[in-house]
């Protein structure tokens, strides 16, 4: 059975960090790119990061040099390292394998 579980989403004060991890089942993690995305109220499911099997990465220019995405591919685990965040970033992120496969997703609220 193929998996994605995400975790670490919370209320965070503006200028916060949060860590997100999505955790992979049933798949040979290894071998796929993974990505979060994030959607928030009334809008359409944007990309954020991904990371390819390689480790090579790509960023949405919103969250350029604030974010960073990384994978353990020993624990079959993809990361979000999310710093200085804003009340723009307040949305539900979802984790992905090669877009195939998506997690439940775990809110993220930037919030004073």
């Known amino acids: 059975q193929v998996q994605l579980v995400e975790s670490g989403g919370n209320l965070v004060q503006p200028g916060g960090s949060l860590r997100l991890s999505c955790t992979a089942s049933?798949?040979?993690?290894?071998?796929?790119?993974m990505g979060w995305h994030r959607q928030a109220p009334g809008k359409e499911r944007d990309l954020v990061a991904t990371?390819?099997?390689?480790?090579?990465?790509n960023y949405a220019d919103s969250v350029k040099g604030r974010f960073t995405i990384s994978r353990d591919d020993a624990k079959n685990i993809v990361y979000l390292q999310m710093n200085s965040l804003k009340p723009e970033d307040t949305a539900v992120y979802y984790c992905?394998?090669?877009?195939?496969?998506w997690g439940q997703g775990t809110q993220v609220t930037v919030s004073s």
């Open positions: 990371i390819t099997s390689n480790g090579n990465t």
């Open positions: 049933g798949i040979i993690f290894r071998l796929y790119a």
């Open positions: 992905n394998a090669n877009l195939q496969v």
